[in-house]
């Protein structure tokens, strides 16, 4: 069988952020990867500029999607739906939002692909596929395979490449997805993930996202990793929680490893904005000797930076910029905080009626969709382009790091 598989993308900031920073998008690669071997497949993923071939050759269709690239997905799914082919849709914003994309698809596929993946493909080539497929137990990450290089080549990415570390968070902060996506945090063998480095290197990939949602959460796993790693003299960077600051042995075995970045997501100075999303681990009058402390272990900070939260008044660009400043994080990277549906946040505003739009492709960081409650829409929107302002210059210093 003959399986096109698409990241659909809008090309929205947001898209482009994500794929500036975060390497290969993980749904196509692992469906792909989990794929088997008699398939021919062919994959385009829209976030890196590739556009979905409308006279592509596939007997199968499978999109996923992004909320703020729902539109662009639905508008390929209805093309290769009226062409014939079989559609399947997956994806953070399908998983959430099941009744809306099954109208464009025969079958939707929830949450993370490979246990029923295979089944998937045998009920369409027997012609039996059902409206949904979803896993009753979490991925066992010792099954999965690497993520296929000879399709969308390692260049593609400026030889940028992300290698499963982990899935899920032990976390539950409110405005997040990734506790709502994956029913738990588990972890991938350590012997799998170097031996996938191995391939990557033979590449010439030598920058590479370790791609974790809480890299350093199990601190015995993540010695055991940082040492597997050493040898193979890579850089990377990952995602963690800015509890790593809090452990000297992690953090020397994370600069043997070739770890130069972190990002974390640090939020807001508002200590009152931080309890009310469930993110009080982070405590910002700690935050100037923590970001010190993991520097001086020549690993840069980058800071997520969210806004618009209730306990938000409109000095909180100003007050953010300061404390930017007083810790010294390296980067910083400000956003809108975005209500996705299926999150603790969007539920929450959507009961006040603050939701203002549910029009997805303004889900996309560039457009308050919700009413504030400390501010005007203009307000919270000049505010974050202001932030912008003052920090440009991150994509382009990530670039040195290539
Ligand atoms: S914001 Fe970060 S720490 Fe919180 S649940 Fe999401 S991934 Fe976990």
């Known amino acids: 069988m003959k399986i096109y598989f698409i990241k659909a993308s809008a090309g929205s900031d947001y898209s482009k952020y994500k794929a500036e920073t975060g390497g ?36 199968l269709v499978v999109i996923f999607m992004s909320t703020p690239d729902a539109y662009r997905a639905y508008e390929l799914a209805t093309a290769f739906y009226d062409q014939g082919k079989t559609i399947v849709l997956g994806g953070l914003h399908t998983k959430f939002n099941q009744a809306e994309a099954a109208k464009y698809a025969h079958a939707l596929i929830i949450g993370e692909v490979e246990n029923y993946w295979q089944q998937v493909l045998i009920d369409v080539e027997q ?84 791609h974790s949602d809480n890299l350093t959460h199990n601190k015995a796993y993540a010695m055991d990793l940082f040492a597997a790693l050493a040898p193979l003299k890579m850089k990377f960077y990952g995602e963690t929680t800015v509890l790593i600051a809090r452990d000297e042995d992690l953090l020397v075995a994370a600069q043997k490893a070739g770890l130069k970045a972190v990002l974390l997501g640090i939020e807001t100075p508002s200590v009152d904005a931080l309890k009310s999303q469930k993110k009080a681990f982070v405590k910002p009058e700690k935050m100037k000797e923590y970001i010190r402390i993991i520097q001086k272990h020549d690993i840069e900070v980058w800071g997520d930076f969210l806004f618009g939260f209730d306990e938000h008044t409109n000095d909180i660009f100003q007050q953010t910029q300061a404390f930017v400043t007083d810790i010294k994080v390296d980067k910083v990277v400000p956003h809108f905080m975005i209500p996705f549906p299926g999150s603790e946040t969007f539920k929450k505003l959507d009961t006040e009626g603050r939701i203002l739009t549910k029009d997805w492709a303004k889900y996309d960081g560039s457009h308050a969709v919700y009413q504030p409650k400390h501010m005007s829409t203009t307000e919270l929107e000049e505010g974050v382009y202001w932030v912008w302002e003052q920090n440009t210059g991150f994509l382009e210093k990530l670039k040195y790091l290539f």
């Open 24 to 59: 290969p998008p993980q749904n196509i690669f692992a469906a792909a990867a989990a794929t088997p071997k008699q398939h021919d497949i062919d994959m385009v993923d829209e976030t890196i500029g590739m556009k979905a071939d409308l006279n592509a050759d596939a007997d």
């Open 127 to 210: 012609g039996e596929l059902k409206p949904r497929y979803k896993s009753k137990e979490p991925v066992d990450l010792s099954q999965i395979q690497p993520y296929p290089t000879d399709i969308i080549s390692p260049s593609q990415y400026d030889y940028t490449w992300s290698v499963v570390i982990s899935r899920g968070c032990p976390f539950k902060c409110s405005f997040c997805l990734v506790h709502e996506f994956f029913d738990s945090f588990t972890l991938r063998p350590i012997a799998d993930i170097v031996a996938e480095l191995k391939h990557l290197k033979t590449l010439g990939v030598a920058w590479v996202e370790l």
